[in-house]
Structures are given as C-alpha cells and as structure tokens.
C-alpha cells in the first residue's frame, strides 16, 4: 500500500483512506468489488446487516490479492449486540468473507448492550480474530459512557459525514481522542452532488463534485467510504491524489453544512 493514501490508527494498524462502500449494493457486489481492486481500492467496508458477506468474500478470494494487502471491515448487527452474540456473529461473518480475522470490526449502532458487547469485541481482538475494533454511529454521549467502562480506545468511530451533515460535537470529541473517523454516505447518498457551491470548485479543479467532497474530507484527516456500482465512478472516487483543496475552498464547503441527515438519527433508531 502506498503510504500517502493510508492513515495510521491509535492501535498501530494501517488503514487505507479510501474504501469501497457496499451498503445497497445488493447482487452487483462482486463485480464491484473486483472493479474497486481493480481501480487500486484495498479497503472494503460492509457489514452483516447488508447481507452481501459473502459476494465480497468470493470478490476478495477471486482477486487474487493477497490478504495481507486487503483491509476488511464488517459490522456487528443490533440484534446481535442485543442479543448478546458477539462471537457467533463474528464466526459467522467470517465464515461468508472466506477469512481468518477481519482488519477492522465496528459495531454497527450503539444498541442496548453496546458497552458489554465492546467488551467481548476486545476479547476477539485479543484471540486474533480482529485488528481493530471501532463503533459506528456513536455520538459523543454514546463514546463518554463507552470509554468510561472499557479497557481499549475505539481506533475508529463510522459516521454519516457529507457537506450538509456534520455532527461537529462529535467530530470534536473523536478528534480529542485520537478516534479515527470515517465518513459513509460521504456524498449524501448522492444528495451533495449538485450543490452549486461544489460545482464551482469542481469547475475550477476541473475534477467531479464527487471527487471536491472526497477531497475535502480527506484534506480533513476523514476516511471516505464512497460506495457505487459503476466502474467509471468506481474509478473516480479514487483519483482524489492529484489535486488539493485551498484553505479558502476548504472552508467553503465546510460552511454547507445545514444539519441536514440523510439517515437515520443515532439518538432515536428504532431497528
Ligand atoms: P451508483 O452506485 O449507482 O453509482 P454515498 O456514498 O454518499 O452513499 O453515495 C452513493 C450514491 O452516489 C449512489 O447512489 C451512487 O450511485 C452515487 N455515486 C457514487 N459515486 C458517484 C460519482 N462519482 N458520481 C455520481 N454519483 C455517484
């Protein structure tokens, strides 16, 4: 892996700054996983609740990359935090990517259970099973009760980030304590696309809005987890190397943000 596009997190491990996104992805997983390692992706995020495992598993298996060259991230699912299955649903996740251990393994919203279900997450990591282990969805409130009551950091915190939707508390509070972010839905599900604002800085890069906001983000230090199906944006989301954002655009499009999610709220889920 090329040092400049990785990112070091608080437990050592090294973690590529672009991933492919597979929420939604449904039955063209594969191919767009093959496409993402193709195009020079290394990083792969889903989750069990996406209930596309093992597409990626067969992607990774028929790539022919190897191992110790890919960065895999899974979830745990609510029902299982809730439920108490931490092991079960990490052998079972395991099982349907074709892998040992996965490189990062996040729970997927702080469900009832959570800080117990961290606890066993640290136990996995201690066996191996697990280089790293982060939330997902945790506002500041969710990581102060976390870190009160656990032994290790999360070395990375999965939030809806985009230019209209920046939890700025909590993006404080990760940033205080070395918790990595990462943004998904990074372009607003697609929503930040057409925002005028963006469109002049892409004009001007002669780049795609897609490829202003992934840069902005990264330019912040932030994971992107750009997710498509199709091989020419596949392909753009991951030509962001070559050019670099002003101060002043920077703060452009931090100014954008209207507190606008285009998910659900991590304060009142109801799944
Ligand atoms: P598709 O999968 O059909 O390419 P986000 O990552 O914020 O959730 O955004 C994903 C949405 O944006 C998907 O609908 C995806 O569509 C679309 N998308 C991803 N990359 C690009 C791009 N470079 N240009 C335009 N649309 C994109």
Redesign the pocket.
């Known amino acids: 892996m090329n040092k400049d596009t990785c990112v070091k997190l608080c437990c050592d491990t090294t973690m590529p700054i672009v991933a492919l ?1 597979v ?1 939604k ?1 449904g039955e063209n997983t594969k191919q767009a996983v093959l496409d993402a390692i193709d195009a020079g992706y290394r990083h792969i995020d889903t989750a069990a609740a996406y209930h596309n495992e093992e597409a990626v598993g067969e992607a990774i298996k028929e790539s022919g990359i190897k191992r110790e060259d890919l960065f895999i991230t899974t979830k745990l699912w609510n029902e299982d935090i809730r439920k108490h299955r931490v092991r079960e649903a990490l052998m079972d996740s395991l099982h349907k990517l074709q892998l040992d251990y996965v490189d990062l393994y996040l729970m997927h919203w702080p469900a009832e259970g959570y800080v117990e279900a961290y606890l066993e997450m640290e136990k996995l990591k201690d066996e191996g099973y697990i280089k790293a282990i982060g939330v997902s969805n945790f506002r500041r409130s969710h990581l102060e009760n976390l870190l009160a009551n656990v032994h290790k950091i999360p070395s990375v915190d999965q939030l809806e980030i ?1 230019p209209q939707f920046q939890d700025l508390e909590t993006m404080e509070y990760c940033k205080e304590n070395k918790i990595r972010l990462e943004a ?7 929503s930040c ?1 057409y925002l005028p604002e963006i469109e002049r800085i892409a004009a001007k890069h002669q780049k ?1 809005t ?2 202003i906001i992934l840069r902005w983000l990264l330019q912040k230090g932030i994971v992107v ?6 091989k020419e ?1 596949i392909i ?2 991951i030509n962001l190397f070559d050019f670099e954002l002003t101060e002043t655009e920077m703060l452009v499009m931090d100014h954008l943000n209207i507190h606008k999610r285009t998910g659900p709220d991590p304060d009142h889920f109801n799944f």
């Not at 987890?225 to 199709?230: F, G, I, M």
């Open positions: 996104g929420w992805s985009n998904w839905s990074p372009l607003g599900s697609g696309l795609s897609a490829q987890l750009p997710k498509s199906v199709h944006r753009e989301n």
